[in-house]
C-alpha cells in the first residue's frame, strides 16, 4: 500500500513563504492525480492545488499567483511553495495521490500569524 508523508510545515508570520513536500512510497508517475488539500479545526477539507499526470495544474482561487505545485520524480516528491502567506492560509495541510481511490498523508500544520 502505497504511503505519503508531508513534511515543511512550521510558524511564519505574515507575508512569509513556507514550501511543503510530500514524500510518496512509489513512483509518482504511477497516479493519475497528486493534490494538496488544506483542513483548518472545524472546517472542511479543501483542495488547494493538484496536477494531473498529463501536467495541468489546478490551484484554488484564493492560492492562485501564490502558491506553486512541482514533483520531482526522481525523488517521488511533490511539493508545494507557498508564498505570500495570509493567516487565512493557516490550517493541516494534506497530500493526496489518486490511482484508483485517494491515498492520503498525515498532514502538516500551517500556522500563519498576523
Known sequence: ??????SGGGLVQAGGSLRLSCSA???ISSFN???WYRQSPGKQRDLVADVTSGGTIYYA???KGRFTVSTDNAKNTVYLQMNSLK???TGVYYCAAFYLVYTWGQGTQVTVSS
Open 1 to 6: 500500500q502505497v504511503q505519503l508523508v508531508e
Open 25 to 27: 512510497s512509489r513512483s
Open 33 to 35: 492525480v497528486l493534490a
Open 61 to 63: 482561487d484564493s492560492v
Open 87 to 89: 493567516p487565512e492560509d
